[in-house]
């Protein structure tokens, strides 16, 4: 059954064709009964949400710049194929939150180096008493003194910091392009070192934000996002919906109207697979939507080829990780 009559028919917009099809689905299996009810009890979970959403969408708009998307072009295509997205995560999001338990790794440590692995996530607490929750193909860094004076980290990849209050000690995050400074607060700190810019978003508290040579270049209040980009030494500070920015933690993978190219590093980092993308107009279109971790990488990409024209295909790699190629 295809996923976008299913999304029609919970939205109350479904053709008398689509609505008999669906129909015809039940009756062939009782399991399709079974999914149907499931997908109705997610869609009602959600409907809360979704009465935000213009909100929400409003809020990813105001961070476009000059780039045309299919948001934009095809509105009603995205909103079913957002839907449909939306459907095959949310379908497992209860399931995933009971059997996926990040893992917790003791930190009292000298010089403590903390790598997390692909597919995983890692919940930390520092000496302090900072909570630091870290995304996959994350890095962090500590020095034996950490707690004795000064409180500082170093990131590569994703982390979200609940930051234990000091106020006589700051509580310092050094990443490639920029530092962060507070004394408790809590905050999104996005920083791969193979990304071209760094993406900070301020959920409570105040969050100053610093250049390498130590020029504070501005302080967030909640609810703000500093995005810094490396080739052109620009930052732009915005007001955003903070909750598509932390999602990760809930073992989503969430793109804000990003390329192609942007969300199969993504994937590369959770599913430690290499994608190749041969047709170059293709990277440059933008998606937006919501996918599952949890989910086989195969599953991610026959949703992408059921909501739009892509096709791929999967080479295994004895010896490497596996290729993927889109085109």
Do not use: C
């Amino acid at each position: 059954m295809d996923y976008t009559i299913i999304t029609k028919y919970l939205a109350g917009e479904a053709s008398e064709p689509e609505i008999q099809e669906i129909f015809g689905w039940m009756e062939a299996d009782s399991e399709n009964r079974k999914k149907l009810l499931q997908y109705k009890k997610v869609w009602a979970l959600t409907a809360r949400a979704n009465e935000n959403q213009d909100k929400i969408w409003n809020d990813i708009a105001k961070e476009q710049t000059n780039r045309k998307s299919r948001f934009f072009t095809y509105t009603k295509w995205i909103k079913y194929a957002a839907a449909v997205l939306l459907i095959f995560a949310m379908g497992a999001v209860f399931q995933y939150l009971v059997s996926e338990k990040p893992v917790n790794i003791p930190t009292y440590l000298s010089d403590t180096h903390i790598s997390v692995p692909a597919g995983q996530m890692s919940n930390v607490v520092l000496p302090d008493g900072t909570s630091v929750q870290l995304n996959s193909g994350s890095t962090l860094l500590y020095s034996a003194n950490f707690n004795s004076g000064e409180r500082i980290v170093s990131l590569e990849g994703e982390a979200f910091f609940d930051v234990a209050e000091d106020r006589l000690h700051p509580f310092q995050v050094n990443t490639k392009l920029l530092d962060f400074r507070v004394y408790g607060t809590s905050f999104n700190v996005l920083a791969y070192p193979d990304d071209r810019e760094v993406n900070t978003t301020l959920i409570e508290g105040s969050l100053g934000v610093f250049s390498k040579t130590g020029v504070e270049f501005t302080r967030l209040v909640p609810g703000e996002n500093i995005e810094y980009k490396d080739d052109t030494k620009e930052f732009q500070v915005s007001k955003v919906n903070v909750d598509l920015y932390t999602s990760w933690k809930s073992g989503l993978i969430t793109f804000r109207n990003e390329t192609l190219r942007e969300i199969a590093r993504k994937i590369e980092r959770w599913y430690n697979v290499e994608i190749i993308i041969k047709n170059e107009k293709l990277a440059d279109e933008l998606y937006m939507g919501t996918i599952m971790k949890n989910k086989p990488v195969d599953q991610i990409l026959e949703v992408f080829r059921l909501t739009s024209s892509m096709k791929y295909r999967i080479v295994q790699r004895p010896d490497k990780s596996t290729l993927i190629y889109w085109e």
